[in-house]
T-cell receptor, first 114, second 111 residues
């Protein structure tokens, strides 16, 4: 099976712009979670989607949003970019949300905000 | 108190030795536990996943879970220089897709 894919792999934006990141989960997986990784804060949960519904949201401002499509692909959007949004954005794919399900990460999108 | 705590290290072991990585968590309702390996500049790679008390072995890796003590560990036998990486412990609170990560432990395996 193909793994989790994320596009684009690298992005450079300026403050105030917005950005959309895409994630395609492993075939058959219906749950997609998004995380932000920075050197200072580590890996932090952004949100989780299952069957096109947001199931959980982390402690991030409303500028961070996401959605999931019927084919389980997911996008996240960050509006009005700030310097502090520079990070590695990771999505993770899982068959479902129960305790017995593993999560597999994609390669990530490296976002730099200037 | 952080939700998931790991010693940041670095933990240095000689090649061929056993590396022991530890993690504690605060939420007693946590149901499943993950160990990821992350090389510099790469994304986390799933190494082990455990949700029952006791040990789970996969090749050179053994995960140990003690829910009463809220403690999970990862043992790496016959450590190799290629095992040098940051090891992330993650906890899943209940039937959600949310993982809570520790800050990671840097492992250095010296030839």
């Amino acid at each position: 099976k193909a793994g989790v894919t994320q596009t684009p792999r690298y992005l450079i934006k300026t403050r105030g712009q917005q950005v959309t990141l895409s994630c395609s989960p492993i075939s058959g997986h219906r749950s997609v979670s998004w995380y932000q990784q920075t050197p200072g804060q580590g890996l932090q949960f952004l949100f989780e989607y299952f069957s096109e519904t947001q199931r959980n949201k982390g402690n991030f401002p409303g500028r961070f949003s996401g959605r999931q499509f019927s084919n389980s692909r997911s996008e996240m959007n960050v509006s009005t970019l700030e310097l502090g949004d520079s990070a590695l954005y990771l999505c993770a794919s899982s068959p479902g949300t129960s305790a017995g399900n593993e999560q597999f990460f994609g390669p990530g999108t490296r976002l730099t905000v200037l | 108190q952080k939700e998931v705590e790991q010693n940041s290290g670095p933990l240095s072991v000689p090649e061929g030795a056993i590396a022991s990585l530890n993690c504690t968590y605060s939420d007693r309702g946590s149901q499943s536990f993950f160990w990821y390996r992350q090389y510099s500049g790469k994304s986390p790679e799933l190494i082990m996943f455990i949700y029952s008390n006791g040990d789970k072995e996969d090749g050179r890796f053994t995960a140990q879970l003690n829910k009463a003590s809220q403690y999970v560990s990862l043992l790496i036998r016959d450590s190799q220089p290629s095992d040098s990486a940051t090891y992330l412990c993650a906890v899943k609170p209940g039937n959600t897709g949310k993982l809570i990560f520790g800050q990671g432990t840097t492992l250095q395996v010296k030839p």
